[in-house]
């Protein structure tokens, strides 16, 4: 009898350069493992908008809210299949492209998933914030709401990360899927943690 393949939830925030480095590991492990990854947003501007914040990530967190509600419109408009894509696109600009002209962003990266340049104007509306909502609150009932982006859930079971930098690559990158997985199977196991010391490197 062969095995199911394992279905893997990922959360993400477009703004996050943790998420985008864990995302990258899981192209890697769609690849070298027989997984079935589903694509979802949460938003720090969301978990964030009760808090007292300093004012510059204040402003971060103001910035955060137009792209993730624009991948939220194109999904609600064209499917799910465009979230990647999409997130692909705002996230090579963003991280590894190092900019943060979102208008800028959005636009040019509607255009290379081939999605109406019209979803950009979703981006300053409250228009599809209930469906982002939704999304986000779907993500964080599975984790709690003192973690970020991003969250990885496999078979229903989730956790906030793995927080790597860089991505692994290869059977590296699977083998840290593998022990991901492991963790998963114990229903006790909570947290597992070290400080970071290194930046992002894409």
Not at 64 to 78: F, M, N, Q
Not at 103 to 117: Q, R
Not at 155 to 167: H, K, N, Q, S
Request: net charge negative.
């Amino acid at each position: 009898m062969s095995t199911p393949r394992p279905v893997v939830d990922f959360w993400f925030d477009p703004l996050c350069p943790w998420a985008w480095l864990t995302s990258r590991w899981m192209d890697e492990v769609s690849v070298i493992r027989d997984v079935d990854v589903r694509w979802h947003v949460m938003s720090l501007a969301v978990l964030n908008e009760k808090r007292d914040l300093p004012e510059n990530y204040r402003a971060m967190m103001d910035q955060a809210w137009g792209p993730v509600r624009v991948i939220v419109a194109a999904a609600r408009d064209h499917g799910q299949g465009v979230v990647k894509p999409l997130y692909d696109a705002m996230g090579t600009r963003r991280h590894p492209g190092g900019r943060s002209d979102n208008e800028a962003i959005i636009a040019e990266s509607l255009a290379e998933v081939g999605l109406p340049a019209s979803l950009a104007a979703v981006a300053s509306t409250d228009e599809v914030d209930g469906l982002l909502r939704e999304s986000h609150a779907e993500g964080i009932s599975l984790v709690g709401e003192d973690v970020g982006t991003p969250v990885v859930a496999i078979d229903g079971v989730a956790f906030f990360g793995p927080v790597i930098t860089p991505a692994p690559t290869g059977e590296a990158a699977g083998r840290l899927f593998d022990g991901l997985a492991l963790m998963t199977t114990v229903p006790g196991f909570y947290e597992l943690k070290r400080s970071r010391t290194a930046s992002p490197s894409f």
